[in-house]
């Protein structure tokens, strides 16, 4: 799979959008952009993915470079629930099973002050 | 709801002495997943299931042993617990794909100790 890099850590104030920036250089033509987030004392969970196009879902937004390059997850208006690592992922689509394995990067971990 | 269950949320258990970790899922998901995930690190994978093809990583310690006996449940079995095994393990599931990669439902994770 190709690497994703993120940074370390982001803070945010509560009720701010935050972006959360996503670097896959290597990034293939059949690579999906997928994002988890894990919340303190939880297993992951789905947040958001898409191709090339940008994506818009109930939790969050992902904007997707023209390149593919890279990638934004943006959450509009920060909660204190909202406090967590972040992970963006690659997965190819080749071979359609649809099961890849998840490969996680060392995520980003939010913080989100009141 | 449908979820993943895990238990013991919390095993603690002595060096060298067997385990056993279960996952069960009302989901009726085809595939099956074990993380381990050490403090401060991200998830790793052991290995998963697709039915009852069993697919091991390449990484993954002899240590290490899976059963699934069937769709619902789904076991981690390390044989001799070393201190370096203390981890989250986290158990996940996927339904076969439709031509769009699917989404992997997590549990909330065993926390293991070694003594």
């Known amino acids: 799979d190709a690497k994703t890099t993120q940074p370390n850590s982001m803070e945010s104030n509560e009720e701010e959008p935050v972006h959360l920036p996503c670097n896959h250089s290597t990034i293939s033509g059949t690579d999906y952009i997928h994002w988890y987030r894990q919340l303190p004392s939880q297993g992951p969970e789905y947040v958001i993915h898409g191709l090339t196009s940008n994506v818009n879902n109930r939790m969050a937004s992902l904007a997707i470079a023209e390149d593919r390059k890279s990638s934004t997850l943006i959450l509009h208006r920060a909660t204190l629930r909202d406090a967590a690592v972040y992970y963006c992922?690659?997965?190819?689509?080749?071979?359609?099973?649809?099961?890849?394995?998840?490969?996680f990067g060392k995520g980003t971990r939010l913080s989100v002050i009141a | 709801d449908a979820m993943v269950i895990q238990n013991p949320r919390y095993q603690v258990t002595q060096f060298g002495k067997p385990v056993t970790l279960s996952c069960s899922q009302t989901l009726n998901h085809n595939v099956m997943y074990w993380y381990q995930q050490k403090s401060s690190q991200a998830p790793k994978l052991l290995f998963h299931y697709y039915d009852k093809d069993f697919n091991n990583e390449a990484d993954t310690p002899d240590n290490f042993q899976s059963r699934r006996p069937n769709t619902s449940f789904c076991f981690l079995d390390i044989r001799s617990p070393g201190l370096g095994d203390a981890a989250m393990y986290l158990c996940?599931?996927?339904?076969?794909?439709?031509?769009?990669?699917?989404?992997?439902?997590f549990g909330p994770g065993t926390r293991l100790t070694v003594l």
């Open positions: 996940a599931t996927s339904r076969p794909g439709t031509g769009v990669l699917n989404e992997q439902f």
């Open positions: 992922i690659l997965r190819d689509v080749e071979g359609g099973s649809g099961n890849t394995p998840l490969v």
